[in-house]
């Protein structure tokens, strides 16, 4: 009996459970097709990483005398989709069953429900493995709440894991460090040399097929410095253990112009690949804290981004899909601005983080999070476009870990289900935690006026526009306060300001030839 086994390129570990059986004779199927790389305009660097991810893996798996049918972009033949791919190695193989592993996005999940209907053979769907929390027992957790908080569910995942547990008691008697963890970098704060790969040859040559094929996509080829394999995955994980773990959590939340990477992991390409497990580098941060090479605070406020959000948000995609992306509790309509895709626009802050991303197809969580996120969500951006965006720029952009981030976390569209209040915020949080202001044409002290930071008065307006919304929310009330404190003719000006700027925002390109998006 003949097993025929598709792995997807997001699947990219020997032992994600379509393989775990693996028998003589069985086939496994990897292929690089048209459709996924366009369903959405992918980053030129995400398309990159994955195919040459995806030819090392296959190789790999060869080395080992597995039988690898890899399916390449060029391929005479290549019908440039799953199902068809999978249709033709079923006839090529005459296997008498398919498995896989569940996808990660649900456009995939749905397009598997129609091969168990419409394949000759039968075809076994099996748990995703290389998350910690099975999609079930989230579901359970969640039950049909309405609003979910991350906080819970992360405790309980300490508690299942035994990660940094003493006993039934969190290590240092605390779940959570993050008051240490918001730290501006000091002035003259050298930032390390942070380990890339250069690009080899397998990658060169994925190089040249996407500038074939995708050279209208945004973003630039030539910083690529993304691990590939599983062994150089392992050493970007070792050398962010020695030497950004112990700084991670106090400059966390730091941003610095020039400086794109500060002292983050640098593992969620490889990771939402395949090429690490959550639990491998949950471990390993405990093991560094327990061997006294990093300290608590560090090690809990990594961990939890992994064990905690990371888990949450992908059990939170599926407990609440395919409703969940329909929402927009805000009704938030506005174009995206057409800075998003060129960095043309005169707020330093989102130049810089729109160029870092084209440079690098990544951005840290803050930068995700206070810079390109709380503008949209002040400046009204409709979530559809929003979401288009981070699902295009970034290396590790998969719709089940971008859409809470976006949609719940960011737009606050889903109306709370993922967070408690909106992350709105004003120049000044954004001056706090980086070096952006300095070199701004606007000034983050001023309120109002042509010259005032924008994300002054549009944080005031976002408030008053969606006082109906928002004001009885709790975590809401100092803001509201003080809104209520001001004149009449105090909030007629940031109306006015926020218009005028609000209307001279462009979504079109200065000229056709620069069609991005
Ligand atoms: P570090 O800062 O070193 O963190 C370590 C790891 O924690 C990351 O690799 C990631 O696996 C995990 N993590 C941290 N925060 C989150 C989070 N909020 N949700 C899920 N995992 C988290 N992450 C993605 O992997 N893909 C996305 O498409 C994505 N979109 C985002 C969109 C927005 C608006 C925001 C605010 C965050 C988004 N994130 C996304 C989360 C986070 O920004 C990235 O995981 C992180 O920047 C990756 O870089 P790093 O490996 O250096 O992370
Ligand atoms: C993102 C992506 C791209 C660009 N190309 C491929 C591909 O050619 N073949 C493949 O198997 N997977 C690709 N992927 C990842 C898939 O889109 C991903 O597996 C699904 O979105 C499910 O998470
Ligand atoms: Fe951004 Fe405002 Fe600072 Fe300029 S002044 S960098 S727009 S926060």
Not at 199 to 224: I, K, M, N, Q, S
Request: glycine fraction near 8%.
């Amino acid at each position: 009996a003949k097993t025929l086994r598709f792995v997807l390129g997001d699947q990219l570990n020997r032992r994600v459970s379509s393989l775990v059986d693996l028998d003589d004779g069985d086939v496994v199927l990897i292929v690089e097709v048209m459709a996924e790389a366009t369903y959405v305009r992918h980053h030129k660097q995400k398309i990159a990483f994955l195919f040459s991810a995806m030819r090392h893996f296959a190789v790999e798996l060869e080395a080992e005398g597995i039988a690898v049918d890899y399916v390449r972009l060029d391929d005479p033949g290549n019908t440039g989709s799953f199902t068809g791919e999978l249709e033709r190695a079923a006839a090529r193989h005459a296997p008498t069953r398919v498995v896989v592993t569940e996808p990660g996005e649900w456009r995939v999940w749905a397009m598997m429900q129609d091969w168990r209907d419409d394949l000759a053979v039968p075809v076994e769907i099996r748990d995703d493995n290389r998350f910690l929390c099975p999609r079930r027992e989230f579901a359970d957790w969640a039950g049909d709440r309405r609003a979910l908080r991350m906080e819970t569910f992360y405790r309980g995942m300490r508690r299942r894991t035994g990660l940094l547990m003493d006993g039934k008691e969190p290590v240092g008697g605390q779940w959570n460090f993050d008051a240490d963890n918001r730290k501006k970098l000091p002035k003259n704060h050298a930032v390390p040399n942070r380990l890339r790969f250069a690009p080899d040859a397998t990658t060169r040559e994925v190089f040249a097929l996407v500038e074939r094929h995708f050279a209208g996509h945004f973003g630039d080829l030539d910083g690529f410095g993304w691990p590939v394999t599983r062994g150089e995955a392992l050493d970007a994980l070792k050398h962010f253990i020695a030497d950004g773990l112990p700084t991670f959590g106090d400059y966390q939340d730091a941003m610095k112009a020039g400086a794109p990477f500060l002292y983050h992991a640098l593992i969620s390409p490889p990771l939402n690949a395949g090429l690490l497990t959550a639990e491998e580098v949950c471990r390993a941060a405990e093991r560094a804290y327990r061997e006294g090479a990093a300290p608590l605070h560090c090690a809990e406020g990594f961990i939890r981004q992994i064990l905690g959000w990371r888990e949450y948000v992908r059990g939170l995609y599926w407990a609440r899909m395919p409703a969940y992306a329909e929402t927009n509790a805000l009704d938030a309509t506005r174009d995206l601005p057409w800075f998003y895709w060129s960095g043309e626009t005169e707020m330093n802050c989102l130049a810089q983080v729109v160029s870092e991303t084209r440079a690098h197809a990544y951005a840290h969580h803050i930068q995700r999070l206070m810079v390109t996120g709380n503008f949209a969500l002040l400046a009204g951006l409709a979530p559809a476009q929003v979401e288009e965006w981070y699902l295009v720029v970034f290396a590790d952009a998969y719709e089940w870990v971008e859409l809470p981030n976006v949609h719940g976390m960011v737009l606050w569209a889903d109306g709370g289900v993922m967070g408690s209040k909106p992350y709105a915020a004003s120049g000044a949080y954004i001056n706090r935690m980086s070096d952006y202001c300095g070199a701004c044409r606007y000034d983050v002290a001023k309120k109002a006026g042509p010259d005032a930071c924008p994300f002054n008065y549009l944080y005031w307006n976002f408030l008053m526009a969606n006082a109906d919304r928002l004001e009885g929310n709790p975590r809401l009330a100092m803001p509201y306060r003080s809104l209520a404190k001001m004149t009449p003719a105090r909030k007629a000006e940031i109306a006015s300001d926020a218009a005028s700027f609000l209307d001279g925002l462009s979504a079109d390109a200065p000229s056709a030839s620069r069609a991005i998006p």
